[in-house]
């Protein structure tokens, strides 16, 4: 079947396109970019299309790439559609931040048609990958062993800089394009880091994709049908994956950090406790790690069934991963707040680590004690009071028990994760003694029957790690 027919028909099917666009399409010279260029001029009296050819000199190979350049600039001027061109750096921007080169041409490409996107108000940012570009990335996804929507490839179409990209040539193959070409006396510029097998795409494309091409004509089709069933199945189970994300999971306010109970999130199906943990991932993460993989997830599910009480995992760039009794939390180590210690020397309300807050005030009507507010006679206080995190061999007095107790103990039959210990609040008066650890035990007081006014404390814990 000819290229324009199976483009047509899958444009229609993917609701790709409508009438009346303004198109930027990014051309590099080469046969993909310049056969869609020419395919999106056929259609432009049809459709009432404002085309817009955006090109970049990503300054890899000297007076080739020049030469690219001003080729594509000819062919517009020819075919009198409008051209936008720019320099990138790729050399120095590579050199500056330790990427490699694809990478940092995908980069500053991008940045580019945003900026251009932006200019001219564009709906739509067409390019040229096709079915055989398809065919490597799932395969080169399979290989590294990545989730299942690895197999969802290049996307159509999604969302960008305000519009959408849209990849019509999905649906043809490099041979077919390499014919249109040839029909329609497009001579393309060709560059040779194509021919070369160090980059692990060109690899596919040069080795393994002929291959399965010989084993089976109809393989990049395969493929094409393959993509679009995961990403209407992968649209379904991400749908619900949201919706377990926003009931289960705890994003507190003040921190970078999310936690759930395991007993409830467990009860999900596999899938979506896989799509879950990845959306706390993406929510976390600012980028996303290059060194993250399949292990990670295999982590999350282990550290999800230990039978340990406590138990962590070191993801990467820095962000952990940690079993506490019945919860799961997330966290980045640098983010922990350290030890602190805070003076009171009367009423005031102190924040605390990760936005909970201690406020201390006076009344003559105290109200009865409860887990997170405690009053105690104010004639027989101690000023200055501290509020401060725990110190080793921390013990105190519980009211209602004999002798004392260790802090660290206290911890422990009250579960409290270890990931929240060091910031828990402790208070002490002016003599050393602790009066409360907050929201868990109140120490022995002075209190008196003839007491007029009291000092209030009052916890307002808030979610932590």
């Given at each position: 079947?000819?290229?324009?027919?199976?483009?047509?028909?899958?444009?229609?099917?993917?609701?790709?396109?409508?009438?009346h666009?303004?198109?930027?399409?990014?051309?590099?010279?080469?046969?993909?970019?310049?056969?869609?260029?020419?395919?999106?001029?056929?259609?432009?009296?049809?459709?009432?299309?404002?085309?817009?050819?955006?090109?970049?000199?990503?300054?890899?190979?000297?007076?080739?790439?020049?030469?690219?350049?001003?080729?594509?600039?000819?062919?517009?001027?020819?075919?009198?559609?409008?051209?936008?061109?720019?320099?990138?750096?790729?050399?120095?921007?590579?050199?500056?931040?330790?990427?490699?080169?694809?990478?940092?041409?995908?980069?500053?490409?991008?940045?580019?048609?945003?900026?251009?996107?932006?200019?001219?108000?564009?709906?739509?940012?067409?390019?040229g990958?096709?079915?055989?570009?398809?065919?490597?990335?799932?395969?080169?996804?399979?290989?590294?062993?990545?989730?299942?929507?690895?197999?969802?490839?290049?996307?159509?179409?999604?969302?960008?800089?305000?519009?959408?990209?849209?990849?019509?040539?999905?649906?043809?193959?490099k041979?077919?394009?390499?014919?249109?070409?040839?029909?329609?006396?497009?001579?393309?510029?060709?560059?040779?880091?194509?021919?070369?097998?160090?980059?692990?795409?060109?690899?596919?494309?040069?080795?393994?994709?002929?291959?399965?091409?010989?084993?089976?004509?109809?393989?990049?089709?395969?493929?094409?049908?393959?993509?679009?069933?995961?990403?209407?199945?992968?649209?379904?189970?991400?749908?619900?994956?949201?919706?377990?994300?926003?009931?289960?999971?705890?994003?507190?306010?003040?921190?970078?950090?999310?936690?759930?109970?395991?007993?409830s999130?467990?009860?999900?199906?596999?899938a979506?406790?896989?799509?879950?943990?990845?959306?706390?991932?993406?929510?976390?993460?600012c980028?996303?790690?290059?060194?993250?993989?399949?292990?990670?997830?295999?982590?999350?599910?282990?550290?999800?069934?230990?039978s340990?009480?406590?138990?962590?995992?070191?993801?990467?760039?820095?962000?952990?991963?940690?079993?506490?009794?019945?919860?799961?939390?997330?966290?980045?180590?640098?983010?922990?707040?350290?030890?602190?210690?805070?003076?009171?020397?009367?009423?005031?309300?102190v924040?605390?680590?990760?936005?909970?807050?201690l406020?201390?005030?006076?009344?003559?009507?105290?109200?009865?004690?409860?887990?997170?507010?405690?009053?105690?006679?104010?004639?027989?206080?101690?000023?200055?009071?501290?509020?401060?995190?725990?110190?080793?061999?921390?013990?105190?007095?519980?009211?209602?028990?004999?002798?004392?107790?260790?802090?660290?103990?206290?911890?422990?039959?009250?579960?409290?994760?270890?990931?929240?210990?060091?910031?828990?609040?402790?208070?002490?008066?002016?003599?050393?003694?602790?009066?409360?650890?907050?929201?868990?035990?109140?120490?022995?007081?002075?209190?008196?029957?003839?007491?007029?006014?009291?000092?209030?404390?009052?916890?307002?814990?808030?979610?932590?790690?």
């Amino acid at each position: 079947m000819m290229l324009e027919t199976e483009v047509n028909k899958f444009i229609e099917k993917q609701k790709l396109l409508h009438k009346h666009a303004v198109i930027l399409v990014g051309v590099s010279g080469g046969p993909d970019s310049m056969a869609l260029l020419h395919f999106f001029q056929s259609l432009q009296e049809e459709w009432d299309l404002r085309l817009i050819a955006v090109t970049a000199d990503h300054g890899l190979r000297g007076k080739e790439s020049r030469q690219d350049v001003d080729y594509v600039r000819s062919i517009c001027e020819s075919w009198n559609i409008e051209f936008v061109e720019t320099f990138l750096d790729v050399p120095s921007y590579k050199k500056d931040r330790g990427l490699g080169t694809q990478v940092s041409a995908r980069k500053l490409r991008y940045q580019f048609y945003e900026e251009q996107m932006q200019r001219f108000g564009a709906d739509y940012l067409a390019l040229g990958h096709h079915g055989d570009d398809q065919a490597e990335t799932v395969l080169m996804g399979v290989t590294r062993g990545t989730s299942l929507s690895a197999l969802k490839g290049i996307p159509a179409k999604r969302p960008f800089a305000g519009g959408w990209i849209v990849r019509p040539f999905l649906a043809a193959t490099k041979k077919q394009i390499e014919a249109y070409c040839q029909k329609y006396n497009i001579m393309p510029r060709i560059d040779p880091s194509n021919m070369e097998d160090t980059y692990t795409r060109n690899y596919f494309r040069l080795h393994i994709i002929p291959l399965l091409k010989k084993k089976n004509p109809n393989f990049l089709n395969n493929i094409q049908r393959l993509s679009e069933s995961v990403v209407e199945d992968e649209l379904f189970l991400g749908q619900e994956a949201q919706k377990l994300f926003e009931k289960e999971v705890e994003l507190p306010e003040h921190s970078r950090s999310a936690n759930f109970k395991i007993e409830s999130f467990a009860k999900f199906p596999i899938a979506l406790q896989r799509r879950a943990f990845h959306l706390i991932l993406n929510y976390l993460y600012c980028s996303m790690p290059p060194d993250l993989s399949y292990v990670h997830e295999e982590q999350f599910f282990n550290l999800l069934s230990n039978s340990k009480a406590n138990a962590a995992v070191d993801l990467p760039g820095g962000l952990k991963m940690v079993k506490a009794y019945h919860f799961i939390n997330f966290y980045f180590e640098k983010d922990r707040e350290k030890s602190f210690y805070i003076t009171l020397d009367g009423p005031d309300r102190v924040l605390l680590p990760g936005g909970s807050e201690l406020i201390a005030s006076i009344t003559n009507d105290p109200t009865e004690d409860s887990r997170y507010d405690i009053t105690y006679d104010l004639a027989r206080i101690s000023w200055p009071l501290s509020v401060r995190s725990r110190k080793n061999g921390d013990k105190m007095r519980v009211r209602g028990m004999n002798g004392t107790k260790k802090i660290k103990d206290i911890f422990i039959d009250e579960k409290v994760p270890l990931s929240q210990r060091e910031s828990w609040p402790v208070v002490e008066d002016g003599e050393g003694n602790i009066l409360w650890l907050a929201g868990l035990k109140k120490g022995v007081g002075n209190d008196s029957e003839k007491a007029v006014k009291f000092l209030r404390l009052h916890y307002d814990k808030k979610s932590t790690i």
